[in-house]
């Protein structure tokens, strides 16, 4: 499955870093999404964007920062992040009018 | 705020057997979905349930959703070694934005072939 991928795959950062994950989705959906997986923890919606506009922010910390150019392409800055943030960023997209969300690989982070 | 309830949180069967997992609201949803996760791998879409009572069918699988929408079922009839992973359910509450979806903790199923 290639309609929503995302980079990188893996990425190791120290506290004091700033790094960028990546979200593409080319399925021609109008909703995007930023979801925390953790283990022993139900899927955590962090941020929805529909039409490039955020609609939810669920108490998301501001270390967390999305950017959303366009309807294909999504961003999840992370500036001094805490090793409690060490967790799979799942990505996600939909169609118009649905809820059912197409998710991209992930990207593993550990934070050190 | 609002929770979806997910049981059990592991299960183990032999293969050939049977499997079921279930969700519980408090309130009233909209309409429930049915994601599957392998080890390793990310979230794929099952299945979207919205009639009080309604049930669907994909093979061995079997989705209810029950009448008071509210709860709802995933049954697997004869579980297979590619029935592994981990089944989450997600629902949908009226007044929520699209794809506003509240995550059950999910259902780790391991089969001994």
């Known amino acids: 499955e290639t309609g929503v991928t995302q980079t990188p795959r893996h990425l190791v950062m120290g506290m004091t870093n700033k790094k960028s994950l990546k979200c593409e989705q080319h399925?021609?959906?109008?909703?995007m999404y930023w979801y925390k997986q953790s283990a022993k923890k139900p899927l955590e919606l962090m941020f929805v964007?529909?039409?490039?506009?955020?609609?939810e922010n669920n108490s998301v910390p501001s270390r967390f920062s999305p950017e959303c150019p366009n309807s294909s392409h999504l961003f999840l800055h992370l500036h001094t992040l805490q090793p409690e943030d060490s967790a799979l960023y799942l990505c996600?997209?939909?169609?118009?009018?649905?809820?059912?969300?197409?998710f991209g690989p992930g990207t593993r982070l550990t934070v050190l | 705020g609002q929770q979806v309830m997910q049981i059990p949180q592991y299960q183990h069967v032999q293969e050939g057997e049977d499997f079921t997992t279930y969700c519980n609201s408090s309130?009233?949803?909209?309409?429930i979905q049915w994601y599957k996760q392998r080890p390793g791998g990310h979230p794929v879409f099952l299945i979207q349930?919205?009639?009080?009572?309604e049930v669907k069918k994909q093979k061995r699988l079997t989705f209810q959703f029950g009448e008071a929408k509210k709860n709802s079922s995933l049954h697997i009839t004869a579980t297979q070694t590619t029935d592994v992973g981990t089944y989450f359910c997600?629902?949908?509450?009226?007044?929520?934005?699209?794809?506003?979806?509240?995550f059950g903790k999910g259902t780790k199923l391991s089969v001994k072939p």
């Open positions: 996600a997209s939909s169609q118009p009018g649905t809820d059912t969300q197409y």
């Open positions: 399925l021609g959906h109008n909703a």
């Open positions: 964007y529909s039409l490039e506009e955020r609609v």
């Open positions: 309130t009233t949803l909209s309409n």
């Open positions: 349930l919205v009639k009080s009572g």
């Open positions: 997600a629902g949908h509450y009226y007044g929520g934005s699209q794809g506003n979806l509240i």
